[in-house]
């Protein structure tokens, strides 16, 4: 009785919340009527609690269940349904209902609802919101449903077993809420646009019926967290975009029926799932899965079709090299891009990433820089004992650097840098250029430390002036040696320059010859940078701009505004910057029609007061020195205290930053064929610059930071635009010391003496780097290999040892090789010990031409049509851009004249006299 007195006060209060008060008949009429032809035993003259498959409570008055299972009727469920308080079981599936669900909300009675097999076309607004009492769900085969998602407040209903909503318009994510269902067994997603990954929630799950299959777009990411769902026995993944390796799945031990196929599986088949005791159904077709082929028992019904990445096409052990970069690749977490191009048998055969010897047969280069890998590094890759270079540099690879790679005997190049490696710095032995900068987490407990890079010291040789080459970098074979050889070259260079100062003094006589126009660069001892040196005070009296030695070029000046210049620059802004030089900033330049000019900015401070004096009518004649492998000086402007050149545009950047700094920039590094054409380029364009009429140019600083290259990788020499010009067949005597450490020949170093048969010997010396990719000075090797030139020559004395100089990266066929030892003994040749002993540029040029034959370009126009239009000046195609414009005082100061009539007709239009030497 006491219980009946309580459930009468409960019912009082529910009737204040619910429309119906006395029972569920108003509910249970409006469902009836919302069905189009009756279900069968229902009528509206019988109690609700007599209708067939209806069951009620012990008073008659509320209704707990509803069975109308294929009861083929149609209709709607009307949204008065909720208000069946005491509803256990509602089970509607198999017919033709349509329309709006109602909303279950607040039925906290509510264990079964099947809707599954209809035609419902929405649904409400938490629908399922404080089900606390829901088992089972199932919503599949509406395919006609609006879109909806997994609601997260599922987590309310804890007594989830059973979730079905295949084909039922699903979007979104699987929710992270599996946690919240201890009891789930059975979830079946299928043919809905699940995106996203797997849960991690998954894990630990008591969920034995997995579908998520036939994904429209797909579900993605690993499915790794299948091995800790221990009582898994069907999993259909089928048809999604799943990638990573097949997990170990030897804790399903219950597992019968798995479906992988259609997806973008890597890696190797684990074993333990050929061994799976309950597996009896399997298929792997359409994925990338590599190694072995899978094996399974004959009860499994295994389908693993033609269109994996497997070694061989039958079950049997792969070739050994594969094996390893399995390895090497499932500690990457076999990322697609290694599966896609790892195909076969044969690593030497077209493998991304992979270079072998020349016999093909032992893999000798690893290049994986910027793939965005993650994941470690594999100890695996000390099995490939050929390996000479494995780079590893800017990925996201974590853990330690495998200790056992130190073991690898021919290894030259090892680059991990820019990663998040961890762990003690492996100690190599000192001929790998190791490279590791860029880890903040490596080495920092040991004592040695080097705090993950950034203890080797800035750029290769001391006076690169962009100094940026290896600024990141730490190298413990370099660290030590590389602080006694800037030691030693510092020292040198001040030797060198304060007996330079001694030498000047005392002979100070002899410089009064010196062309007024002389407009030298020096050196300095700090920084060993190169620019535009003061002129000396004792030449200014005589600095009258004398071009009467010049006489060919007397003509017009090339001065271009100050305004023209801020506004193709975008007032100099700083996403213009191309690049910083010793004396000024350079920056890109766009004008109007497309064409792309660099400006480089000096301030007086660099150049100094009275160079800057000298400088417009030095400029006036260097506009005019046009050949297609120099980098047009296109113009100038004053502007106070600042002095801009403006030049052609080179958009590849220097041969310095391809040779040596190709990783850092992303390039590709340079194949023989393109060395070898560049290198005639640069011998073209000094040769032209030493034979200008009667006039001998000098460059003086040659190196492969001035040599910039075009689109197409050919090459152009830069900074030329104020070089020495000297008195033809005579040697002048220099006032200060210009070049670059490592590109001095000795007499000048040693004595001051200019001919052209210095920028021979440079020349030499950067063919030297272009075999071996060493810088001239290497502070990271030891010191018997650290000069380029003392080294190299001596490798030269045995021909043999050529083959071991050479770049690593290049790995050269029998043809190149031979090409490669020609252009060695040229270099040789140009950096003999005495000036008489070179050849001049013509000889180079002879040599270098047959090379580049061989390889010589199908197409005319990968020759022409880089770079500016050198036979349209700056102003012509300013004038062009001022007519076009209709802009009226755009260049105020502008005064150029053509020149271009009085300049002969062989030798300086560069295009047709290209091949006449
Ligand atoms: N004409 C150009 N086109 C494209 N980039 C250039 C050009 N000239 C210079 N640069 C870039 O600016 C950097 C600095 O140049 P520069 O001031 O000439 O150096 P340096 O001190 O060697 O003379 C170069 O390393 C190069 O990257
Ligand atoms: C469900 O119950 C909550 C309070 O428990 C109430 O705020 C809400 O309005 C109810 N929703 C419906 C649809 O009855
Ligand atoms: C599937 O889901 C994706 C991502 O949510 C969405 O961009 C796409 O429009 C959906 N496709 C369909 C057909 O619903
Ligand atoms: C498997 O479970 C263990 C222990 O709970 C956990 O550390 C690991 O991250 C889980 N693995 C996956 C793939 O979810
Ligand atoms: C394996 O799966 C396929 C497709 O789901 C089915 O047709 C076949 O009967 C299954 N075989 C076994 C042994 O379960
Ligand atoms: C290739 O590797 C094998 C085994 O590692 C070795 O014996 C052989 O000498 C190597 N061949 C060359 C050309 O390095």
Not at 408 to 431: H, K, T, W
């Amino acid at each position: 009785m006491a219980t009946r007195h309580y459930h009468s006060l409960l019912l009082s209060f529910l009737s204040l919340l619910l429309l119906s008060a006395a029972d569920d008949a108003a509910v249970m009429s409006k469902l009836l009527s919302s069905l189009s032809a009756a279900p069968s035993g229902w009528s509206s003259s019988t109690h609700f609690c007599d209708w067939r498959n209806v069951n009620c409570d012990s008073t008659s008055s509320f209704v707990t269940g509803i069975d109308l299972n294929a009861a083929a009727v149609s209709g709607t469920l009307p949204p008065e349904l909720n208000q069946l308080s005491q509803l256990k079981s509602l089970a509607v599936q198999r017919n033709s209902l349509t329309g709006t669900l109602p909303s279950f909300e607040n039925m906290t009675s509510l264990e079964q609802i099947f809707l599954d097999n209809n035609d419902f076309t929405s649904i409400p607004n938490n629908f399922l919101l404080r089900l606390t009492s829901l088992q089972t769900f199932s919503i599949s085969e509406n395919m006609n449903l609006d879109q909806w998602e997994i609601p997260s407040y599922l987590t309310e209903s804890t007594n989830l077993v059973t979730f079905y909503a295949s084909n039922a318009s699903l979007n979104g994510i699987i929710p992270d809420i599996f946690g919240s269902f201890p009891n789930l067994q059975s979830l079946r997603l299928s043919y809905n646009n699940l995106t996203g990954s797997l849960p991690g929630s998954f894990s630990g799950s008591d969920i034995q019926n997995l579908w998520l299959n036939n994904q429209r777009q797909g579900l993605s990411g690993t499915i790794d967290v299948l091995s800790n769902m221990t009582q898994l026995y069907q999993v259909w993944v089928h048809d999604n975009t799943f990638s990573g390796g097949i997990p170990d799945l030897s804790k399903c031990t219950n597992l019968f029926d798995l479906q992988l196929r259609d997806n973008r599986f890597t890696g190797v088949v684990p074993p333990s799932l050929m061994n799976l005791p309950n597996l009896a159904n399997i298929t792997l077709q359409n994925n990338k899965l590599q190694g072995p082929y899978p094996k399974f028992p004959s009860r499994v019904q295994a389908t693993i079709g033609t269109t994996n990445s497997f070694c061989l096409d039958e079950p049997g052990p792969c070739d050994p090299q594969v094996s390893i970069l399995l390895h090497v690749a499932e500690a990457l977490g076999y990322p697609m891009s290694l599966a896609e191009s790892w195909e076969g048998n044969n690593a030497c055969q077209d493998w991304r990433f992979i270079n072998c010897d020349s016999q093909g047969r032992n893999v000798t280069v690893v290049n994986m820089g910027r793939q965005g890998f993650s994941g470690s590094i594999s100890p695996a890759f000390a099995n490939l004992t050929s390996l000479r270079t494995l780079i590893l540099s800017d990925n996201n690879l974590t853990g330690v650097i495998p200790s056992i790679l130190t073991t690898l005997a021919n290894l030259q190049i090892f680059d991990v840098s820019n990663n998040n490696l961890s762990g003690p710095i492996p100690m190599f032995p000192g001929n790998v250029r190791f490279t590791y900068g860029g880890n903040l987490l490596l080495g920092k407990n040991e004592s040695n430390g080097g705090g993950g890079g950034g203890s080797r010291a800035a750029g290769g040789n001391p006076s690169d002036p962009n100094g940026n080459s290896g600024s990141s970098k730490g190298s413990v074979s370099g660290g030590m040696i590389a602080g006694v050889v800037i030691a030693v070259v510092i020292f040198v260079g001040v030797v060198l320059f304060v007996s330079y100062k001694c030498y000047v003094k005392r002979h100070q006589k002899r410089f009064t010859r010196i062309e007024g126009s002389e407009l030298g660069k020096e050196m300095s001892t700090t920084n060993g940078i190169n620019g535009y040196g003061g002129v000396p005070s004792e030449v200014q009296s005589h600095s009258s701009g004398d071009h009467s030695e010049i006489p060919v070029f007397e003509g017009g000046n090339v001065v271009i505004s100050i305004q023209v210049l801020r506004q193709v620059t975008n007032n100099f802004s700083e996403e213009n910057v191309l690049g910083r030089g010793g004396f000024g900033v350079v920056y890109k330049g766009e004008l109007p029609d497309g064409t792309k000019i660099a400006v480089k900015r000096m301030e007086s401070g660099a150049i100094g007061t009275k160079g800057m004096n000298e400088f417009q009518a030095e400029i006036a004649v260097l506009t005019k020195v046009r050949h297609r492998h120099l980098v047009a000086l296109l113009g100038y402007c004053i502007n106070g205290n600042e002095r801009l050149l403006v030049y052609e545009y080179m958009p590849q950047g220097t041969l310095g930053q391809h040779l040596f700094e190709w990783q850092e920039h992303g390039y590709k590094p340079l194949t023989w064929k393109q060395r070898v054409t560049i290198a005639l380029d640069v011998a073209r364009g000094v040769e032209y610059l030493h034979s200008l009429a009667q006039q001998s140019f000098i460059h003086r600083d040659l190196k492969p930071s001035n040599i910039l290259l075009s689109d197409v990788m050919r090459a152009k020499v830069a900074d030329f635009g104020l070089v020495r010009n000297a008195p033809d067949g005579k040697y002048s005597i220099e006032t200060r010391l210009a070049g670059t450490f490592g590109y001095l020949a000795p007499e000048y170093a040693a004595t001051g003496r200019v001919t052209t048969k210095v920028d021979v010997y440079a020349f030499g010396v950067i063919l030297m780097e272009i075999i071996t990719g060493r810088k001239a000075l290497d502070e990271t090797m030891p010191d018997e290999r650290s000069h380029l030139v003392t080294w190299f020559r001596r490798v030269l004395i045995n021909k043999e040892n050529i083959r071991k100089s050479i770049d690593p990266i290049l790995d050269p066929d029998d043809e190149t090789y031979e090409s490669i030892c020609k252009v060695a003994e040229l270099a040789g040749h140009c950096t003999a010990r005495e000036p008489f002993q070179r050849p001049d540029m013509g000889h180079a040029v002879n040599v270098l031409v047959p090379l580049v034959e061989q390889w010589k370009p199908s197409k005319p126009e990968e020759e022409e049509g880089y770079g500016i239009n050198i036979n349209m000046s700056l102003p012509q195609a300013l004038q062009r851009w001022q007519a076009d414009e209709g802009t009226s005082r755009m260049f105020d100061d502008f005064s150029y004249s053509n020149t271009q009539s009085s300049i002969p007709p062989s030798g300086f239009d560069s295009f047709s006299s290209m091949d006449c030497r």
